[in-house]
Structures are given as structure tokens and as C-alpha cells.
């Protein structure tokens, strides 16, 4: 009888082995399609998978995300709360994600926000719960909420590119020198795709903004709050002294000297300003960008890597003579994201 029960457990062991083998191959396969942007094939596929394998955490995991990119998002929450519930003591950061983010598309804030604090509760170390915190909050009637989340966001991943465009959207309007380390960052992370563009574009507008040539004369027009700033007593993230040497560096920008110079050159000359007032300012200030951004573009010109910076920020720009520098420079390249790349950010 013995002999025969032994007999039974491996016969049923071998066969869920196999199960879960067919049914984490089928899941690989669905991963590809939802790649491809097939999410209707990968959710096929992950449903084969849990025919054979009803609880594959892999394949609700994976299924739960293509029905909520896909528009899915009451499927996607039943989803989730199936693989919360069989797989309690699980990896499952990925899947609040999901789900927070399928309660966020169905405009229920409050219950989108408690799913991401049940996540970041269990999984506190996990960067993309505090983003799509941060995107929920933005999206809702308190927006500033959500800077505090990015940061969070930033401190646990510094290559996330999505978080420095999120800081650099919203920070355009009040603080322009974060916003401007935050879109310089992300093009080094992120230098040739759609979001490029777009953020060169922004980047270059708030380095000149507030200053236009009309006729023979050059106006700068300064924000109030940024003078008031810098005679006043310091707050956190107060970078009002560097936003205005900026401001009077651009000015020189329609001097003479300066006319023939190309838009990249033209980009150093006002980012070497930015980067020895930062140098020059930094004692006595505080705060998340002072502490954790600063110093990374304050060592990127003591090291002279300007130059490499600003052909990378340009390189979506379409302008023939970057794309010659780039191809001519590759060493120059590979030095600046060698140094990048092992550079020490602030845990």
C-alpha cells in the first residue's frame, strides 16, 4: 500500500512539474506578444496557461497588466485580487501596479491611492509604486501631491526616465533650475526617442525664458518670486540665485561674441553658468534636488564632460553637425557614460 501511495506522489509531482513547465513556456510567449503590442494574443496565452495551471502566478501576474493596457480594468482588478489572494506571501509589486492603475483609470482616486500604500506597505522598496502614485495624484485635483512621490521614486531608481520627465513637467512652472537638472538628466538616460524631442524643446525654452531681442534691444523679464527668493530667508530647494545668473547669462546670448556660435555651444555656454552658480550657491541649501541632482551636474563640469552632455541632450535634434560630432566622438561618449554610469547617487 505503501509502496503504491510513493507511487501516486511522484506520478502527481512529475505531472504538475510538467503543468507548470507548458504552463510558464505559454506565459513567455504572451510576454512577447504584449511586447509587440498583441495584447489580445498574450491574454490568450496567459489563459491557456491557467487552464493548466490555474493558479501560475506568472501568467495572472502578466494577465492582470495586459487587460489593464489594454483597457480591460474591471477584468484586470479581478484578476489581481485572484493572484493577491492565492499568492499572499509573493513578489506581487508588479501586480499592485496593475491594479492600482486599473482603480485609476476607472476614476476611483481613493480607492487607487489605499492599493498603492497596500503595495508600498508590502513592497517598499519597489520605485514604480511611488511613480504611478505620483501619476495618480497628478491627474487629480491635488497635482503637488505628487512631486514628493517622483522623488521617492528617483532615490530608490536614478535611471528612471519617467520620473525625471514627471519632475521636470511639473516643476517648469514654479522652479525652473530643477525642472531643467530633471530634463538634462533624462535626455542622458533616454536622448533619442519621441519624449526627446518634446523635452529638448522644453529644456531649450526655460533656459531663455523670460528673455527676447526685439529690434536692438534685449528684455529680461524676471520673476518677481525669484527676486524675492533670493533676498529672503532660505527654504528648501530655493535655487532663486541660480535662476537668476541664468537669467542675465542668457541675456548675453544676443552679444555680438555669441551670434555665430551653434545652438550646442550656445547650450554649454549657458549650462558652464548654471553649473559653477549651482557650485558657487550651494552652501547652506537643501532640499531633494540640492541633495541628489545638483551634485551630479556639479561634477559632470568639474570633470569636463559638458560637452559630451550637451551633443547627447541634442542628439534627436535632427541638426546634421551633432549627428557628426556623435559619430566622431564615440570615445568622448563612451568616457562621459562611463562616468555616469558609475557615478554615486545619494541613497
Not at 111 to 129: R, V
Not at 149 to 157: I, S, V
Not at 317 to 335: A, D, F, P, T, Y
Request: include cysteine; charged fraction near 25%; hydrophobic fraction near 35%.
Amino acid at each position: 500500500m505503501r509502496v503504491k501511495t510513493l507511487l501516486l506522489f511522484f506520478f502527481f509531482s512529475a505531472a504538475y512539474a510538467q503543468n507548470k513547465t507548458e504552463a510558464d513556456k505559454l506565459v513567455d510567449e504572451g510576454v512577447v506578444l504584449h511586447d509587440k503590442g498583441d495584447y489580445a494574443g498574450a491574454i490568450n496565452n496567459y489563459n491557456k496557461a491557467l487552464e493548466i495551471d490555474k493558479d501560475n502566478l506568472l501568467a495572472l501576474i502578466e494577465k492582470a497588466m495586459s487587460l489593464n493596457t489594454s483597457g480591460n480594468y474591471d477584468e484586470s482588478i479581478k484578476v489581481a485580487k485572484q493572484a493577491i489572494s492565492s499568492h499572499p506571501k509573493e513578489d506581487l509589486s508588479t501586480l499592485y501596479v496593475s491594479y492600482a492603475n486599473s482603480l485609476d483609470h476607472l476614476h476611483k482616486l481613493d480607492e487607487a491611492l489605499k492599493i498603492y500604500d497596500e503595495g508600498i506597505q508590502k513592497f517598499p522598496d519597489y520605485y514604480q509604486l511611488y511613480f504611478n502614485k505620483g501619476i495618480c495624484y497628478a491627474n487629480s485635483t491635488t497635482p503637488n501631491e505628487a512631486i514628493a512621490y517622483f522623488q521617492k521614486a528617483l532615490l530608490l531608481n536614478p535611471n528612471h526616465p519617467g520620473s525625471l520627465n514627471a519632475i521636470g513637467f511639473m516643476e517648469s512652472g514654479s522652479n525652473r533650475i530643477p525642472a531643467i537638472l530633471a530634463f538634462s538628466r533624462f535626455l542622458i538616460l533616454e536622448p533619442q526617442t519621441a519624449r526627446a524631442k518634446k523635452n529638448l524643446e522644453s529644456l531649450q525654452n526655460l533656459l531663455m525664458q523670460g528673455v527676447k531681442k526685439s529690434g536692438e534691444g534685449i528684455t529680461i523679464n524676471i520673476n518677481s518670486d525669484v527676486i524675492a527668493d533670493s533676498k529672503g530667508k532660505k527654504k528648501e530647494n530655493d535655487f532663486s540665485q541660480a535662476d537668476l545668473i541664468l537669467s542675465m547669462a542668457a541675456g548675453l546670448e544676443f552679444d555680438e561674441k555669441n551670434v555665430n556660435k551653434t545652438d550646442v555651444e550656445k547650450f554649454i555656454g549657458k549650462f558652464e553658468t548654471i553649473c559653477a552658480s549651482l557650485d558657487e550657491t550651494k552652501k547652506g541649501n537643501s532640499g531633494f534636488y540640492w541633495e541628489n541632482l545638483t551634485p551630479y551636474f556639479i561634477e559632470m563640469k568639474k570633470k569636463k564632460l559638458l560637452e559630451p552632455f550637451a551633443y547627447i541632450a541634442f542628439a534627436n535634434s535632427g541638426n546634421e553637425e551633432v549627428s557628426k560630432w556623435l559619430k566622431k566622438n564615440q570615445q568622448e561618449l563612451e568616457k562621459f557614460y562611463t562616468w555616469s554610469t558609475d557615478y554615486n547617487w545619494k541613497k
